[in-house]
């Protein structure tokens, strides 16, 4: 704590020299910006020819039928697994925030593993450790238990396991950029936990929250290892789809899902 309120910036060598602006000039500067040009319409320009060419080729009567259904698929799901992190980020960074003992950390980066673990692995751990629950559940007469490994529960829980580290660290960084004297003033105040944390902590972290749930959404958009392999039966998202697309070779089909994913 005495090292981030006093913090010192030092230098390995002795020997500094400042950053030199060089502006380019005469044939430089041409050849630079050709080289930019030459790289994006490569890169980019191409590609989004190519593919706007295959979607003007498509069948418009089967046009929206391909579509709806995994983007509404995609929509649901990345908005509950990105509001379900949200809410496990912010009661585990205020857990760590007020408790400062080694143990309280430790579980704060256990829960940040996963995303350090390829999908697949992730996807693998999950359901071996929730099929002997759904076993255990089942033996006990209950019927809501089928749901485990068969509906979308299973994969809602990998892919908050697998991204949860996204969440923690942003309301990490944002707690330590707020401090603490607001909230202990709440506290003073004799207001509680909870509305401290919902009016006075949240409004001060609100552009990070967002920051955050954005980005974990666009990562459940293109997540295919975990939705491949614990996604139900006859359930499609956009990224399924293209995969389903490109695995049999439907480039002109794919062509609307790389789009709506771009």
Request: net charge positive; glycine share 4%; aromatic share 14%.
């Amino acid at each position: 704590t005495w090292l981030r309120k006093h913090p010192k910036n030092t230098y390995s060598t002795t020997q500094l020299r400042s950053i030199r602006q060089v502006p380019l000039t005469g044939k430089r500067r041409y050849l630079f910006w050709g080289w930019v040009a030459l790289l994006s319409l490569f890169s980019l320009g191409l590609p989004i020819i190519q593919l706007n060419l295959w979607f003007l080729r498509m069948d418009p009567s089967g046009l929206f039928q391909e579509l709806i259904p995994p983007l509404v698929n995609t929509l649901i799901l990345g908005f509950s697994v990105a509001s379900l992190i949200m809410f496990f980020a912010l009661m585990v960074a205020n857990v760590t925030r007020y408790q400062h003992r080694r143990w309280y950390r430790l579980v704060s980066r256990l829960f940040s593993i996963g995303y350090s673990l390829p999908g697949v692995l992730v996807a693998l751990t999950v359901f071996l450790l929730i099929l002997p629950l759904e076993r255990f559940f089942t033996s006990l007469g209950l019927s809501f238990s089928l749901q485990l490994t068969t509906g979308i529960t299973i994969l809602i829980i990998a892919l908050v396991i697998r991204y949860l580290a996204i969440g923690i660290q942003f309301v990490e960084s944002s707690y330590q950029k707020i401090g603490t004297k607001f909230t202990y003033a709440s506290y003073s105040l004799q207001k509680r936990k909870w509305a401290t944390l919902f009016r006075v902590d949240m409004p001060m972290m609100a552009q990070s929250l967002v920051a955050a749930l954005l980005i974990i959404f666009i990562d459940v958009f293109k997540e295919l290892p975990i939705t491949l392999f614990l996604r139900p039966f006859n359930y499609q998202t956009l990224a399924t789809r293209l995969h389903q697309f490109a695995s049999d070779e439907q480039l002109v089909e794919s062509s609307l899902m790389i789009v709506t994913l771009w």
